[in-house]
């Protein structure tokens, strides 16, 4: 039931837009100041971990980076739309305790979602829910987590929770059809991502800030 919750996702978000009388894609990079949350691990015949988790970003690496990208459906006055977002969030557990040698989710604790626009002036105002896909590395109590042979297909991804962002953007022209944008959002979501014997439960919230490139077609 994993992919069609995806696939539902995207067929819902793409409803309506057969009427679009324009488009825009934008891609951004960024990074985000992650709120302090409680993080919570169970394993089998253990005593509970939890903690008041600390989470870096590390938006230029390890591996894949901080990114994000938006494609948004307008009316023919550009002051409403539909839109499909992605959001490639990563997580560093900073204050490990003893039990827990890695911590992070840096493949992605990526939002996946769908939402409305709405264009005030020069500011844009969106409204985006949907599921959190996960790829966790972590290794508590000194057992490692296997980094393929499980999740989606046996890529280590999985379909964790869900979460829902409120941002406001701002666009600047290049040309008829490129522009530059800004882009600053709370997102909040929950996750439950396997840890050997158990399961983590990790929500989080995060103040984001991006600067992108978008065209319009």
């Known amino acids: 039931m994993k992919i069609p919750a995806i696939a539902l996702l995207l067929i819902a978000a793409l409803a309506g837009t057969a009427h679009a009388q324009s488009r825009s894609f934008t891609a951004f990079g960024g990074s985000a100041y992650n709120v302090p949350t409680t993080l919570t691990i169970r394993q089998a015949d253990l005593p509970v971990i939890r903690l008041t988790a600390r989470y870096d970003t590390k938006p230029f690496g390890p591996n894949a980076p901080y990114y994000s990208w938006r494609l948004s459906f307008w009316n023919a006055a550009r002051t409403r739309a539909w839109e499909v977002r992605q959001v490639h969030h990563r997580l560093f557990l900073s204050n490990m305790p003893p039990e827990i040698q890695v911590f992070a989710i840096h493949y992605g604790y990526t939002f996946l979602m769908a939402g409305l626009a709405w264009r005030h002036g020069g500011v844009i105002v969106h409204v985006d829910a949907g599921v959190i896909v996960c790829a966790p590395q ?38 008829r059809r490129w522009f530059a944008a800004v882009n600053a959002g709370l997102l909040g979501g929950f996750a439950r991502v396997p840890v050997v014997d158990g399961k983590a439960d990790v929500p989080n919230i995060g103040l984001h800030g991006q600067l992108g490139l978008g065209v319009r077609f």
């Not at 980094?147 to 941002?167: C, H, I, K, N, P």
């Open 138 to 175: 972590n290794t508590v109590r000194g057992k490692k987590l296997p980094a393929r042979g499980a999740g989606v297909f046996d890529t280590a991804y999985y379909v964790s929770g869900g979460g829902a962002e409120l941002a406001i953007s701002r666009e600047f022209r290049i040309s």
